[in-house]
C-alpha cells in the first residue's frame, strides 16, 4: 500500500462486515425493549394498532399528567412519523416521574428499532437510542449534600 487512494480497493475482512440489524418480533407480533434513565426502568412491548399507549395499566395521560413528560415520552413516534400506529404498553419502576418517562421513551425507541430496523438511523439522529448514564452523586460523609460543606464560621 503506497498510499491513502488504495485504501478504496480494499474490502473489509470476513469478521468485520457492517452491523445488519433484523427484526425482531415474537409470537404475538410484538417487539420487547428495556429503557432506562436515573433510576428508572421500563419494560416496553410495541405493536401494530391504533395508538394506545398503557402504562403500568393505566392510559398514559393520567399516568403522566404534565404535558412535557408526554410529549417526552410520545417524541420517538413524532420524530419518526409513526403517531397513532403503534400500541405500546409498558411497565414501569423505580425512580421519579421525569425518570420514568425518560426510562419509556428509550424503551419505545428500542422497540422501535427491534420492530422496523429501518427507523434506527432516524432515532439515532435524534439521540433517542442512547442511555442517559446521568445518575444522582451519592452523598459523602463529612458533606450536608453530594458536594457542599457545612456552613463555615471563625468565630
Known amino acids: 500500500m503506497a498510499d491513502l487512494s488504495s485504501l478504496k480497493d480494499l474490502a473489509p475482512a470476513e469478521g468485520q462486515a457492517a452491523p445488519v440489524h433484523v427484526r425482531k418480533v415474537d409470537a404475538q407480533g410484538r417487539s420487547y425493549a428495556t429503557g432506562k434513565r436515573k433510576n ?3 419494560r416496553v412491548w410495541v405493536k401494530a394498532g391504533s395508538g394506545k399507549i398503557i402504562i403500568n395499566g393505566r392510559d398514559f395521560t393520567t399516568y403522566f399528567a404534565r404535558p412535557v413528560l408526554q410529549m417526552i415520552l410520545q417524541q420517538p413516534l413524532v420524530t419518526t412519523a409513526r403517531a397513532g400506529q403503534f ?10 416521574l421525569s425518570g420514568q ?14 420492530f422496523e430496523p429501518g427507523l434506527r438511523s432516524v432515532l439515532k439522529k ?22 457542599r460543606s457545612f456552613q463555615f464560621s471563625k468565630r
Open 101 to 114: 418517562a425518560g426510562a419509556v421513551r428509550h424503551g419505545v425507541s428500542k422497540a422501535l428499532t427491534y
Open 126 to 147: 435524534g439521540g433517542f437510542l442512547t442511555r442517559d448514564s446521568r445518575v444522582v452523586e451519592r452523598k459523602k460523609y463529612g458533606k450536608a449534600k453530594a458536594r
Open 40 to 42: 428508572a426502568v421500563a
Open 87 to 96: 400500541d405500546i404498553i409498558a411497565t414501569v419502576t423505580g425512580g421519579g
